[in-house]
């Protein structure tokens, strides 16, 4: 956290309160600078280690054009799980060879869309989807390379809600009941499929490497199978993403130490077994836009119920943050203008929805709020404006990247009028 001589919170160089004044609230402002530098320092751990690997933006993070373009720039391909975003991403200037498509559920005009513009790869879901993309690829005469997801039985310390990577899970073939190599003996006969990998997400938020481990030693068993037994052209493994970033006293590892230990289990299962190092895929989302947002609110009603608890309500809520309401997500959070006040009381932040699960923060110690606070809430760069929705006919907040004291909006606040714009009126009643 940056503070300037006059109290007030900095980020990217930028005045916080100068920001909301500006550019009104709730405003989140991204710290250009971190995300580039973030990116930069998963290279780094690759290149030491000297292996060659691919790093993928997972854009269901937070996918906007600018964001595209940025992580494109720094030498990330990008990974996206809808129509939309692959729209977004092509729309911004990345190639659709840099683009890989997910999706449990992929409709067929997404798997069209995709393979008409050259998508990098598809990762393989379920059977339903190896059947209808070897038809589509068919029809379309192409050769498509893909992967596909496994469920590697992993459980991950994580919440329940965005585990991913055990048996019971919508996502991937399941490696236990043999789904996986059924999977990999139907893509080898599939002749408009290229099966190139495997890929595994074993969850989100995860702080212990062990999982990715293991991850790692099952898939390099089914890896050898399709290598061995069905000679299938793999030359990837993909082991996802879900590293834990810090959003109130969280104990983060850093990503160098997560990394080191997925290479070295990489390269120590890998050799067992007589296989060539693969090319090792990652798909950092959150820990690449997470720490880099910061959320800033005007400050609204109070309200002190005593021996109870304390509300502070601001001018956003569960339509640009819904993670609370979700599965309980915590934050910390500051006065912008004010950032090095010393905390008064515990006081709980709701916000401006119809809707009592509304709450941003629970039982922050803040010192007491006045009139024209500005709230700062930190880490909400990932899953924040991704999954903002317009509940009460709220307008989405703008978005605004913050670099050596430069601000630039990457998306504009949206209005009243935006809100009816698709809107159609009846026939005069």
């Not at 498509?101 to 992929?106: A, D, F, P």
């Not at 309200?303 to 809520?317: E, F």
């Not at 006081?347 to 629970?362: F, N, P, T």
Request: aromatic letters at 8%.
């Amino acid at each position: 956290m940056q503070i300037g001589d006059n109290h007030h919170l900095y980020i990217g160089g930028c005045d916080a309160v100068e920001l909301a004044k500006s550019y009104g609230t709730p405003l989140i402002v991204y710290d250009e600078k971190l995300i580039r530098t973030t990116i930069q320092a998963f290279h780094e751990v690759f290149r030491r280690a000297g292996v060659p690997y691919q790093i993928s933006y997972a854009s269901k993070a937070f996918c906007t054009m600018a964001m595209c373009q940025l992580v494109y720039q720094e030498g990330c391909g990008i990974d996206v799980v809808s129509g939309g975003e692959l729209y977004t991403a092509l729309e911004s200037g990345v190639p659709a060879s840099a683009i890989h498509l997910h999706g449990n559920n992929k409709t067929p005009d997404e798997l069209g869309f995709a393979v008409d513009v050259g998508i990098g790869a598809i990762i393989v879901d379920n059977f339903f989807e190896i059947a209808l993309l070897q038809d589509i690829a068919a029809k379309s005469n192409r050769i498509v390379d893909v992967l596909i997801r496994v469920a590697p039985g992993v459980e991950a310390h994580t919440h329940e809600f965005i585990a991913t990577g055990g048996q019971d899970s919508k996502f991937g073939f399941d490696l236990a009941s043999d789904q996986a190599h059924m999977a990999l003996r139907q893509l080898a006969d599939a002749e408009n499929l290229r099966c190139v990998g495997l890929h595994s997400h074993i969850g989100s938020q995860i702080f212990d490497v062990d999982g990715f481990v293991v991850a790692v030693e099952r898939l390099a068993d089914l890896y050898q199978y399709g290598v061995r037994e069905l000679d299938l052209p793999l030359t990837v493994l993909n082991v996802g993403g879900g590293f834990g970033i810090r959003y109130t006293d969280e104990d983060a590892p850093p990503v160098a130490e997560t990394l080191s230990a997925i290479i070295a289990a990489t390269r120590q299962t890998f050799e067992a077994r007589e296989l060539d190092f693969p090319t090792l895929w990652i798909e950092p989302g959150r820990s690449i836009a997470g720490p880099a947002g910061t959320t800033l609110y005007q400050i609204g009603s109070q309200k002190r119920i005593p021996g109870i608890r304390n509300y502070l309500a601001v001018d956003g809520g569960m339509t640009d943050n819904p993670r609370l309401a979700l599965y309980g997500a915590k934050y910390h959070a500051v006065y912008a203008n004010r950032a090095d006040a010393e905390p008064e009381d515990t006081w709980s932040v709701a916000g401006k929805c119809c809707e009592s699960g509304d709450m941003l923060i629970w039982d922050a110690e803040l010192p007491n709020p006045k009139p024209d606070d500005i709230l700062a809430v930190f880490a909400t760069g990932a899953y924040n404006y991704s999954m903002a929705s317009h509940y009460n006919r709220i307008p989405k907040p703008a978005v605004v990247f913050a670099r050596d004291g430069v601000a630039t909006v990457v998306v504009e606040r949206e209005t009243w009028s935006d809100l009816i714009r698709k809107d159609r009126r009846l026939a005069d009643l």
